[in-house]
């Protein structure tokens, strides 16, 4: 049964799912957008920014209806897909208002925000009521409630915030995930948010940022900090990054890399760009042929290998790292499932995909694939050494606009490819208390885009694994 609607604190609401009258997923909650007011009147809340298929668009406060069993519940399914753009006087609450450094009115105590309550008053409007505030810059502070009017400062800008409490709120989202919620903050805050990440989920964050992002991120760490980044990044996913850096400070970074992290990344930027070299990763699964299937099952179990990584074990004589020693062949996942666990994989291996060279184009690499529906390919040298592995979704990367991760989805081509054109001139007759009159398109035409945030028609532009 759906609760009526009462106060709702923000940090609960985020990731929850957003669902329409029927029950389809519209999206997740991303944050909520309210706006200040005048004097001590507490700010009045607009609505939730609600995020499809890594699209962050608007839902007016109005449609909320309540939570029912952990999801947001909408009184209409009639909604603007249009982008959601934060306007002048709009505060996100996850986003810029957790973190933020307050003063108690009564004691001109300074408190650190950990939440906010927003609550609906009659007319219909709902205003942001109640904040939780931590006293002390220790986790272990008391945490109390106080009303709006008990604090002030919340309306200038923080020079120093930190990010602890919104890393808090979405501690589980997934990287490119993430990356979609720190696209959408300003860049001091990005930069608030990479500076308390660690290194290890900061690297996977970059992997999936749009370039001018990932090195805005970058140049902002210290050098020694930024060179732990690369380290922790795929050697592939480093090289890339470096390639876009002026050579000088590529070479800064790679020197205070340790010489064994930058190796792998110095071979890959030999390689043009748009190559097999250029593409590959040098880190696949490889083994030799005396391992067994057990061997190889645990290898391809590593929760950090993508699926495309994990579909395949590389069979070479040692050396058993890249440059490796003579090429063999290689076994595919589903083989390895069904022999004996006892078994050597030298006897099951696969030696009738043609590998590639490194000078091998991004065209011919692509129809590699598409013509024997691979979902990676080894790269070999001229002394038939296997040096990296190509990825289907590292020829998409390639093969993509460069700021395909910016772009948003085309309007007409979104609801026709959902199946509910005949939805896209529909007004929104509740009305957007921000004042738009975009077209609509009914939340059930996307109700198969979660859970868990993406579903197959997002054209397959989301890294496996990601």
Same mark, same amino acid.
């Given at each position: 049964?759906?609760?009526?609607?009462?106060?709702?604190?923000?940090?609960?609401?985020?990731?929850?799912?957003?669902?329409?009258?029927?029950?389809?997923? =519209?999206?997740?909650?991303?944050?909520?957008?309210? &706006?200040?007011?005048?004097?001590?009147?507490?700010?009045?809340?607009?609505?939730?920014?609600?995020?499809?298929?890594?699209?962050?668009?608007?839902?007016?406060?109005?449609?909320?209806?309540?939570?029912?069993?952990?999801? =947001? =519940?909408?009184?209409?399914?009639?909604?603007?897909?249009?982008?959601?753009?934060?306007?002048?006087?709009?505060?996100?609450?996850?986003?810029?208002?957790?973190?933020?450094?307050?003063?108690?009115?009564?004691?001109?105590?300074?408190?650190?925000?950990?939440?906010?309550?927003?609550?609906?008053?009659?007319?219909?409007?709902?205003?942001?009521?109640?904040?939780?505030?931590?006293?002390?810059?220790?986790? %272990?502070?008391?945490?109390?409630?106080?009303?709006?009017?008990?604090?002030?400062?919340?309306?200038?800008?923080?020079?120093?915030?930190?990010?602890?409490?919104?890393?808090?709120?979405?501690?589980?989202?997934?990287?490119?995930?993430?990356?979609?919620?720190?696209?959408?903050?300003?860049?001091?805050?990005?930069?608030?948010?990479?500076?308390?990440?660690?290194?290890?989920?900061?690297?996977?964050?970059?992997?999936? $940022?749009?370039?001018?992002?990932?090195?805005? *991120? #970058?140049?902002?760490?210290?050098?020694?900090? +930024?060179?732990?980044?690369?380290?922790?990044?795929?050697?592939?996913?480093?090289?890339?990054? *470096?390639?876009?850096?002026?050579?000088?400070?590529?070479?800064?970074? *790679?020197?205070l890399m340790e010489p064994q992290e930058a190796a792998p990344v110095r071979r890959l930027l030999?390689?043009?760009?748009?190559?097999?070299?250029? #593409?590959?990763?040098?880190?696949?699964?490889?083994?030799?042929?005396?391992? &067994?299937?057990?061997?190889?099952?645990?290898?391809?179990?590593?929760?950090?290998?993508?699926?495309?990584?994990?579909?395949?074990?590389?069979?070479?004589?040692?050396?058993?790292?890249?440059?490796?020693?003579?090429? $063999?062949?290689?076994?595919?996942?589903?083989?390895? #499932?069904?022999?004996?666990?006892?078994?050597?994989?030298?006897?099951?291996?696969?030696?009738?995909?043609?590998?590639?060279?490194?000078?091998?184009?991004?065209?011919?690499?692509?129809?590699?694939?598409?013509?024997?529906? *691979?979902? +990676?390919?080894? =790269?070999?040298?001229?002394?038939?050494?296997?040096?990296?592995?190509?990825?289907?979704?590292?020829?998409?990367?390639?093969?993509?606009?460069?700021?395909?991760?910016?772009?948003?989805?085309?309007?007409?081509?979104?609801?026709?490819?959902?199946?509910?054109?005949?939805?896209?001139?529909?007004?929104?007759?509740?009305?957007?208390? %921000?004042?738009?009159?975009?077209?609509?398109?009914?939340?059930?035409?996307?109700?198969?885009?979660?859970?868990?945030?993406?579903?197959? %028609?997002?054209?397959?532009?989301?890294?496996?694994?990601?």
């Open positions: 049964m759906t609760t009526a609607p009462a106060r709702l604190f923000c940090r609960r609401l985020a990731g929850l799912l957003v669902l329409d009258p029927n029950g389809d997923v =519209v999206g997740r909650v991303r944050d909520v957008v309210v &706006t200040l007011r005048l004097g001590r009147e507490p700010p009045r809340a607009l609505g939730l920014a609600v995020e499809v298929q890594r699209r962050p668009i608007f839902v007016p406060i109005s449609k909320v209806t309540g939570v029912e069993s952990g999801a =947001v =519940v909408l009184s209409s399914a009639r909604l603007s897909w249009r982008r959601f753009a934060q306007r002048p006087g709009e505060i996100l609450v996850l986003g810029e208002l957790l973190d933020r450094q307050v003063t108690l009115v009564a004691t001109e105590a300074t408190v650190t925000v950990v939440d906010a309550a927003i609550e609906p008053i009659r007319g219909g409007d709902w205003v942001l009521d109640q904040v939780a505030v931590r006293t002390g810059r220790r986790r %272990r502070g008391e945490v109390r409630t106080v009303s709006w009017d008990e604090v002030t400062g919340i309306s200038l800008p923080a020079e120093t915030q930190g990010a602890a409490n919104l890393l808090a709120a979405f501690e589980k989202l997934r990287p490119a995930d993430l990356a979609s919620l720190l696209h959408n903050l300003s860049s001091k805050r990005r930069a608030e948010v990479a500076a308390a990440l660690d290194d290890e989920r900061l690297a996977d964050v970059l992997e999936e $940022l749009p370039e001018d992002e990932q090195i805005e *991120l #970058l140049g902002g760490l210290a050098d020694d900090r +930024a060179a732990d980044i690369l380290e922790a990044m795929g050697p592939d996913d480093a090289a890339d990054l *470096l390639r876009d850096l002026p050579a000088e400070e590529a070479e800064r970074l *790679l020197r030999v390689y043009p760009d748009n190559t097999a070299g250029g #593409l590959m990763t040098s880190e696949p699964v490889i083994l030799g042929p005396n391992a &067994t299937v057990a061997e190889a099952l645990a290898r391809v179990r590593a929760p950090e290998l993508s699926p495309a990584l994990a579909a395949q074990v590389y069979v070479v004589r040692p050396p058993f790292e890249t440059p490796t020693g003579r090429y $063999l062949g290689l076994a595919h996942f589903q083989r390895l #499932l069904r022999e004996p666990p006892g078994a050597l994989v030298g006897g099951i291996i696969d030696i009738d995909i043609t590998p590639l060279r490194p000078e091998t184009s991004l065209p011919e690499v692509t129809r590699l694939l598409a013509s024997y529906n *691979l979902v +990676a390919v080894p =790269v070999l040298d001229g002394l038939a050494r296997l040096v990296g592995v190509v990825t289907v979704d590292d020829v998409l990367d390639h093969m993509l606009p460069a700021n395909w991760r910016e772009r948003d989805l085309d309007s007409d081509a979104r609801v026709g490819a959902l199946g509910d054109s005949a939805d896209t001139a529909h007004s929104d007759s509740d009305g957007d208390s %921000r004042g738009d009159t975009h077209s609509d398109a009914r939340s059930n035409a996307v109700s198969t885009a979660l859970p868990g945030g993406q579903d197959r %028609r997002d054209n397959g532009l989301r890294r496996p694994g990601s």
